[in-house]
């Protein structure tokens, strides 16, 4: 007997189309083998450029052809994966240009700047001038109104790394050498042959925002922020910053380790141990002649606020500095920030309805005021308490503080100037702590320290939280949005910065977090992010932790931290 089911069933030609399914439920049908581009030619998203899209669960190039039926979310400008694209494709133009114009340059570019921007060096030259500079943006629009297509192909991993060699290009033969697969992804723009890590928009043409424009003996290759899309922030002043940059340069200079196919290089030879110990004799350096130049103002700084984003170490670096001020007669006295909140029922919400712990509005910023004059100015304060139970401010321990004693406030505001109007400024010392820039994996393929603060961020939480790695990545574009609103624009405001990078720990991070990522389940959206996690893991070899020194800022994020229950401060009076 034939079922209603079987009749229904039959086999069938292959059809010579294919169809997309959109998330607003519309379908799109073309031509089988046609490219993900001529599918989504027509769509806007707003106002903003497509340029990606996932596939089934995958992340794609426009260029990639649909052979099935297939389930489509475009990728925008306006989104994480979106700006990737858009960034490393410009990286490839302004390469492509500079090798044309200035093929011995020795074009390096170094790190990222908060409004939108890289700051890039050449090396091998004195540094462009202006009209150099001019020609070469001058060339790069040339080339994005040719609307030239980034070529791309399958590369045998011998013949790329041959290549490299004879244009000398040792930084990446020096990666590429410790590579397991036996193949590489090359792009072409015109003769320009090279390497990205990362998918790349189809054409030239998509790159339309941009500029060039002199920072000191560098410059910097302006481009929109995933917030502003389609135009060009202005470039503020970022002294303290760029120093920050220089001295970090200088560190991989002292170690020998320009880049990760150098680091890779020193652990295969069995340097591994010099570099830790070298790396992190810097950290120490650093944060001594912090506590030297607070002690040196004793007489006036009673307050030092620490501020900065997610997973830079903060808690292990005021702990350090602590000990510093207490070899220098100084003691430490911890204020929690949180025991500010305001009540309840009076915090702000964000634009979801969601209660918005990090915004400024959310602290009693009349009491934090009040109560670190009193004590200042050597008076007894009543601190407060907050009850996350029931959401109210509750009433703490009376406080005075002893001569020697001086207040430590770590908070992501620390560094904005409504925080403590009120005190004033000669009383404070305020530092930025973050992982500010990172080893690059070659001169032009930088290696973002956002993604190495989200590597700490998944080793913690899964260690000393118990959250997976699709939760800590799920949670990490919020946290993004509160450092982009309340501590990046502030940075420059802090008397010191610490850069808690340290140039090995990726290497001992990757084995760590690589288990752990690869548990993010096929099909979430998570799951897109892991896998380019997992991809750029794959660059460096592995480390051993049981080389790294027990008070590093690393252990705060792998564990056996020896100041973990550290609580050098004294009892107020």
Not at 255 to 271: C, F, H, Q
Not at 430 to 445: E, F, G, K, M, P
Not at 532 to 539: I, K, S
């Amino acid at each position: 007997m034939t079922t209603q089911h079987e009749k229904r069933i039959a086999e069938s030609d292959l059809r010579q189309t294919v169809q997309i399914h959109l998330p607003d439920g519309r379908v799109l049908e073309g031509p089988r083998g046609s490219q993900l581009v001529d599918f989504l030619a027509d769509e806007k998203s707003g106002q903003v450029p497509i340029v990606g899209a996932v596939v089934n669960g995958e992340l794609r190039e426009l260029t990639y052809p649909i052979d099935m039926d297939s389930k489509v979310q475009p990728v925008a400008m306006d989104s994480a994966d979106g700006m990737r694209f858009y960034r490393r494709s410009l990286m490839f133009l302004l390469a492509t240009a500079c090798e044309e114009l200035y093929p011995n340059a020795g074009l390096e570019i170094d790190h990222s700047i908060a409004s939108g921007g890289y700051y890039c060096e050449v090396n091998d030259r004195e540094p462009f001038t202006d009209d150099e500079l001019a020609r070469l943006e001058t060339r790069m629009r040339e080339l994005v109104a040719a609307d030239l297509p980034f070529a791309k192909s399958i590369v045998p991993l011998k013949e790329v790394i041959a290549d490299f060699k004879e244009k000398g290009y040792k930084d990446k033969v020096r990666l590429l050498a410790h590579r397991k697969k036996p193949h590489l992804v090359i792009y072409q723009l015109g003769s320009f042959r090279d390497y990205h890590h990362g998918y790349m928009v189809p054409t030239t043409g998509y790159l339309k925002w941009f500029a060039l424009q002199r920072i000191r003996s560098g410059f910097t290759v302006r481009f929109p922020q995933q917030h502003r899309p389609t135009e060009l922030l202005p470039v503020p002043e970022y002294t303290k910053l760029l120093g920050t940059f220089i001295q970090y340069g200088d560190w991989l200079a002292t170690l020998g380790v320009p880049d990760v196919g150098a680091l890779n290089e020193a652990i295969v030879a069995g340097r591994e141990r010099e570099v830790i110990l070298v790396s992190e004799a810097l950290h120490e350096g650093r944060i001594a002649e912090t506590a030297v130049k607070i002690a040196r103002r004793r007489e006036r700084v009673r307050l030092i606020l620490i501020a900065g984003p997610s997973a830079s170490g903060k808690t292990t670096f005021s702990r350090r500095l602590s000990i510093q001020l207490l070899a220098r007669g100084l003691s430490p006295f911890p204020i929690e920030l949180d025991n500010f909140f305001v009540d309840r029922e009076e915090s702000p919400v964000d634009e979801n309805g969601e209660l918005d712990y990090e915004s400024l509005r959310a602290l009693d910023l009349e009491r934090l005021n009040h109560d670190l004059s009193l004590l200042i100015d050597g008076k007894v304060a009543r601190l407060p308490k907050y009850n996350f139970m029931t959401g109210q401010q509750e009433e703490g321990d009376e406080i005075q503080l002893a001569p020697d004693q001086i207040i430590l406030l770590e908070g992501i505001h620390g560094l904005s100037p409504e925080l403590i109007p009120e005190i004033p400024e000669e009383n404070t010392y305020r530092i930025y702590v973050s992982a500010l820039t990172q080893l690059n994996l070659d001169r032009y393929n930088r290696v973002s320290t956002t993604d190495t603060r989200l590597i700490r961020r998944i080793v913690r939480d899964a260690a000393q939280r118990g959250y997976s790695a699709a939760e800590t990545i799920r949670r990490w574009e919020s946290v993004r949005r509160g450092e982009n609103n309340y501590i990046f624009p502030f940075q420059e405001n802090a008397d010191m910065m610490f850069n808690s990078a340290l140039v090995y720990e990726v290497s001992a991070l990757a084995p760590l977090a690589e288990p752990l990522i690869r548990q993010v389940p096929f099909g979430t959206v998570e799951h897109v992010e892991a896998k380019r996690l997992l991809a750029f893991l794959e660059w460096f070899l592995p480390l051993d932790v049981e080389l790294i020194p027990d008070n590093s800022i690393l252990r705060e994020f792998i564990g056996g931290s020896i100041l973990r229950a550290f609580t050098p401060w004294k009892s107020p009076q």
